[in-house]
């Protein structure tokens, strides 16, 4: 098998500690050396230093939970090429022996060219990423909230949910909220709806007219006062991003001009996938895209970024006005598909 490394090593990371394994491949021997460097930054330079002296040119390590973020910031620094291997994928690499460790066995793969290298973004890139996924885990919580404070509300027998679509928009919150300060009265309460809401008072009453407990008003005050942190923290992370977004505000700017991709939408994908369209050689791998919708926005967007163009609609009879031989033989497909015998002749010009 092919040699392309002669001097590597493998990096198995875990919590507390960095277990390297250097692979030293010259004309007369191979050489193997496993070392166990602590995950302090002072051990991790002194595990970079220690690469250095053996003069590795190329590490891997896994994709372990956070781990391998620290180890590869600190090496990154250095003059070692880096790569993070796919566990799943290392794992079903064939020919490990059972007395290999695990990174012995990620330096043999790497030195043989066997580790297919997954996508690391750079610094800015891995904080725009880091910013908008807590948004998302944000945005998700306040969901959970908004779910518990229905089911406090149908506890009670209070119907609001059924009358208001929005139960925490302006009249809505303004209900909840005297709810909180004790008032049981519908009348009252339904007063609070805003004058554009289409549901008549009597309905409001009627969906008002419960059983509110102290017990009931407390997860009530619980729910909303957690759901305006969620809100505050939301708007924080909006305006960091917005304050950091200049080195991505051209793509984010290019990839929003998709139909149906918000501008929050664009900050995401721009996030996840890096502005350098380089990195991937092609628009996709053999896989199927689990939703088409998604596979085809991608597709755009790695065109778009790829040569910087802005987003052109193909128009509604695109695919009608593409190879007359393809789409004659996919809509004969089809019919034979529904059991008929098809017999295409062209028209008589």
């Not at 519908?186 to 805003?194: E, N, Q, T």
């Not at 996938?273 to 791998?285: K, Y």
Request: charged fraction near 25%; aromatic fraction near 4%; include cysteine.
């Amino acid at each position: 098998m092919e040699l392309l490394h002669q001097r590597c090593a493998g990096l198995d990371v875990h919590k507390k500690t960095v277990v390297a394994a250097v692979r030293l491949a010259t004309e007369n021997k191979l050489v193997t050396e496993v070392k166990t460097f602590a995950t302090t930054t002072a051990g991790l330079l002194a595990l970079s230093d220690w690469l250095s002296e053996n003069g590795c040119t190329h590490a891997a390590m896994e994709a372990t939970g956070v781990y391998w973020r620290p180890v590869w910031h600190v090496l990154a620094d250095g003059e070692i090429d880096l790569i993070l291997a796919n566990a799943a994928h290392v794992k079903n690499v064939p020919g490990r022996k059972t007395d290999v460790s695990d990174a012995a066995w990620l330096a043999e793969l790497l030195a043989h060219g066997l580790i297919r290298a997954s996508f690391v973004p750079d610094g800015q890139t891995q904080e725009l990423r880091v910013l908008l996924r807590t948004r998302k885990q944000l945005v998700r919580e306040r969901t959970r909230h908004t779910q518990r404070i229905h089911k406090a509300l149908e506890d009670a027998n209070i119907k609001l949910e059924a009358e208001l679509s929005d139960v925490l928009g302006k009249s809505g919150r303004a209900m909840l909220e005297a709810m909180v300060a004790g008032e049981t009265d519908p009348v009252r309460l339904a007063a609070l709806a805003h004058r554009g809401v289409k549901c008549s008072q009597a309905k409001l009453q009627e969906a008002l007219h419960g059983r509110m407990t102290h017990h009931h008003r407390f997860l009530l005050q619980l729910h909303l006062g957690q759901i305006d942190g969620l809100d505050a923290a939301i708007a924080a992370i909006d305006r960091e991003v917005e304050a950091n977004l200049a080195p991505f505000r051209t793509a984010v700017e290019l990839v929003s001009t998709i139909p149906g991709v918000s501008r929050l939408s664009a900050e995401v994908i721009v996030s996840e996938i890096g502005i350098d369209m380089s990195r991937f050689p092609t628009v996709g791998g053999p896989q199927k895209a689990i939703c088409a919708v998604a596979a085809s926005i991608l597709t755009a967007v790695y065109h778009m970024l790829k040569d910087g163009t802005a987003y052109e609609d193909l128009g509604p009879d695109h695919f009608t006005r593409r190879s007359k031989t393809t789409q004659s033989q996919r809509l004969v497909r089809r019919l034979q598909q529904l059991g008929y015998a098809v017999d295409i002749k062209p028209l008589a010009a």
